[in-house]
């Protein structure tokens, strides 16, 4: 038993007599990723290059679902996989659960010795339920409600009363979109069920399944029930412009045209509105809590090592560089306005700073405490297809062809036979 301690040495002074050969041995590694990492990566190699001169860093860049389905058929087959991959929270489940990744958990990388650095919820993420750990994370999307203030304004609402809960959200939502001709509250009702889903529950517990894998899918659970009834309350009163998911031509269409008075998403969503979403509306939007004082994590981004790279040390540096150095953390933060996972970079001074398409609110602080305040949640292989079909049974309520009952008890028949 004394001898593991030692192993454990060993190995990671070899990693770090590696790491002295990388930087006189010439290496160049690739960096498989997708907008807006691709930015993050090429903004941070002047300074990783000053650490490893002899590292040439070779980005390739795919659009989103490009690169993940790219990433899939390169884990399965053996082959085609860049050094060191990013890898988005909806995919890092399935990817655990595979055998393509390195488990950054072991020596030589020892990812858990800078678990405490790292914003709670954003380990387990990456993590199987055996303890393997397949990610590290960089970046993260507290979840807030975004608002239009001039359209409050004129309803005569305030912002803490539109988002005391999800019953008053809805009251006083009839009388902003009644005091804005023309105005739809929420983009699609669904998103108010997808937030509902993912909170209130505890540390550790699952969206789907529970550490047994029992589906938690079910009409008598209170987190899908009331779910699906907020979303069908918002539809019936006419309240969201029915555009379905975020970045759909109809989600974009209604942004644009200004008409929408909220939005949830991450903090993320500003960079995106300020660039293109929404430029011709700064300063008339501002950001709070999500409703009922609730806290939810929207997405996140991970670096991994696939098991065929064979510049593994190499491909660990950088991704200690782009995840736990602060500066990094920080920069990429400026350079896209992805939120750090990393809690020290957080508390840098420019996160006290006023969002100026936010009209000078400090908006950062709301996100920095809600990244404080969610709860991390256990995953599952089958968390994608669960939520699949949780999707197509919400709308099957919203459009009136089933009621929650049997949606979610149909729902629950399907995610038992897929997780035989």
Known sequence: MRQLPRLTLTLTAVLCAALGNASAQKTTLTVGVFPDLDSVVKAALPGFNKLYPNITVKINSLAYADHHTALTTALSTGKGAADVVAIDFGYVARFAEGNGLVDISKAPYNAGQFRNQFVAYTYPQAMTQDGRMVGMPTDIGPGAMFYRTDMLKKAGVSAASLNASWESYISNGRKVVAA?????????????????????????????????????????????????????????????????????????????????????????????????????????????????????????????????????????????????????????????????????????????????????????????????????????????????????????????????????????????RRAR
């Open 180 to 416: 804005n001709p023309g105005s739809f509250l929420i983009p699609d009702a669904g998103q108010a069920a997808q937030i509902i889903i993912r909170t209130g529950l505890k540390s550790g517990e699952g969206l789907f399944f529970d550490k047994s894998n029992n589906v938690l899918v079910d009409p008598k659970n209170p987190r899908f029930v009331r779910a699906f009834t907020i979303a069908k309350q918002i539809r019936d009163a006419k309240l969201d412009a029915r555009a379905g998911g975020a970045f759909s031509p109809e989600w974009t269409t209604a942004f644009q045209k200004g008409n929408l008075a909220t939005e949830f998403s991450g903090a993320w969503l500003v960079g995106h509105m300020q660039n293109w979403l929404a430029k011709d509306y700064s300063g008339k939007w501002a950001s709070q809590q999500l409703p009922g004082n609730t806290f939810a994590s929207w997405g996140g981004s991970f670096y991994g090592i696939p098991q065929q790279s064979q510049n593994k040390t190499e491909a660990w540096a950088l991704i200690k560089y782009l995840t736990t150095n602060k500066d990094q953390q920080v920069l990429a933060f400026k350079t896209t306005g992805a939120f750090p996972a990393l809690r020290s970079a957080a508390n840098d001074p420019v996160f006290n700073e006023g969002v100026p398409y936010l009209n000078g609110q400090k908006a950062r602080v709301l996100w920095r405490q809600a990244a404080l305040k969610i709860q991390p949640l256990d995953v599952n292989k089958l968390d994608p297809i669960a939520e699949q079909i949780v999707n197509d049974a919400l709308n099957s309520v919203l459009d009136g062809s089933k009621d929650i009952t049997g949606a979610l008890t149909e729902a629950k028949n399907l995610i038992t």
